[in-house]
């Protein structure tokens, strides 16, 4: 059995009795019921993957995939490609936006080279697992083949069981590829069945063309390739990019083993829908950190059935946003486990009566 389909049939629904058993106690706490908002729905849902008890996190991780992508041939982001290669060299530096982010907050950056279009160095302090060199032009045909997008899902597979083996038990998914907001549209788009400008926004840079071009583009793509809305894989091959395939597997792994992912905006959104497209149970274990300025970032979270906890205003991706998600997530933990409940409350007050 290959990793993909082992990964796929180890992924479980959590119990719902787990989760209102949680939520029932974190009524009984000393405050009016639901009063911590969102804290409560995130506590619930993190015992809920915990069979049912309040988990302590131990170590936290963003991966961050990188790769390159052929359609940025067509002129849809004014940013260079060559910004892929120096961002990515810059992870393990701690240089860059999200690794600011994670120092504030005690979590590890872990780069991943999927596809890039350079070779980077081996003792760079990045994990090279490159697939190849970027994806083809899909404008001109497909982006990869399936045994490239099912490797590239493999590969984010492997770097998160490698780390929750590692004693890390609250994940977050990252990307680095200039254009990637391209192939995310188009994954959408077509999951969704809307047109490609109902989900295409400006990236880090749109091109010259403005939005309505880059939305051309994709409806162009789509078109071209006919990717199979109910074949994931061949939505990915077809449209998609290998950054996004890889953190698809790190979504994947993290539901396996019952390890909270928290997803940071569009693309790596777009990645946990392919995951869920996989195995359903996947969005047992996700959580959304921020609202993406990126139109279709709301209806992919919609479709995945998760709220954002933050609204920043943010489009850098890295994972930026899903790190500083992750003391939310701490905060509402030690809501459940430090605050006592209003029975314990009076008895601390009046211990005679």
Do not use: W
Request: aromatic content about 4%; some cysteine.
């Amino acid at each position: 059995m290959s990793l993909l389909q082992q990964t796929i049939e180890q992924i479980t629904a959590t119990n719902q009795a787990s989760y209102d058993e949680a939520e029932h106690y974190i009524d009984s706490l000393a405050k009016p019921p639901k009063s911590l908002g969102k804290l409560e729905r995130i506590a619930a849902k993190m015992a809920a993957m915990n069979d049912g008890t309040f988990p302590e996190i131990q170590k936290k991780a963003v991966i961050v995939c990188a790769g390159d992508h052929g359609v940025y041939d067509e002129g849809v982001t004014t940013n260079p490609q060559d910004v892929t290669v120096f961002q990515t060299l810059g992870f393990p530096k701690g240089t860059t936006g999200v690794c600011a982010i994670a120092k504030s907050v005690g979590a590890a950056v872990v780069p991943v080279d999927v596809g890039v279009l350079e070779d980077l160095p081996a003792d760079a302090g990045i994990i090279l697992k490159k697939v190849k060199y970027g994806t083809n032009n899909m404008a001109k045909g497909p982006a990869m083949s399936r045994e490239e997008a099912i490797r590239s899902i493999e590969v984010g597979i492997e770097v998160a069981n490698e780390q929750i083996q590692q004693g890390v038990n609250l994940l977050a998914t990252g990307e680095m590829g200039i254009a990637n907001t391209t192939p995310s549209a188009a994954i959408l788009s077509v999951l969704e069945g809307c047109d490609p400008l109902d989900v295409t926004g400006f990236g880090a840079g749109v091109g010259a063309g403005g939005i309505a071009y880059k939305a051309d583009v994709i409806r162009k793509a789509i078109v071209l390739n006919e990717p199979n809305k109910d074949d994931a894989i061949d939505v990915l091959a077809k449209v998609g990019g290998l950054e996004i395939g890889a953190m698809a597997g790190v979504t994947l792994a993290a539901a396996a083993h019952r390890v909270p992912i928290v997803v940071d905006g569009y693309i790596s959104t777009v990645a946990a829908l392919i995951a869920a497209e996989l195995n359903p149970h996947v969005k047992d274990y996700v959580l959304a950190s921020h609202a993406s300025e990126e139109p279709g970032a709301k209806i992919a979270a919609a479709r995945l059935g998760i709220e954002p906890m933050l609204h920043m205003n943010m489009r850098l991706g890295e994972g930026s946003g899903a790190v500083l998600a992750f003391p939310i997530i701490e905060a509402a933990l030690s809501m459940a486990t430090n605050m006592v409940t209003l029975e314990q409350a009076a008895a601390i007050i009046q211990p005679n009566k």
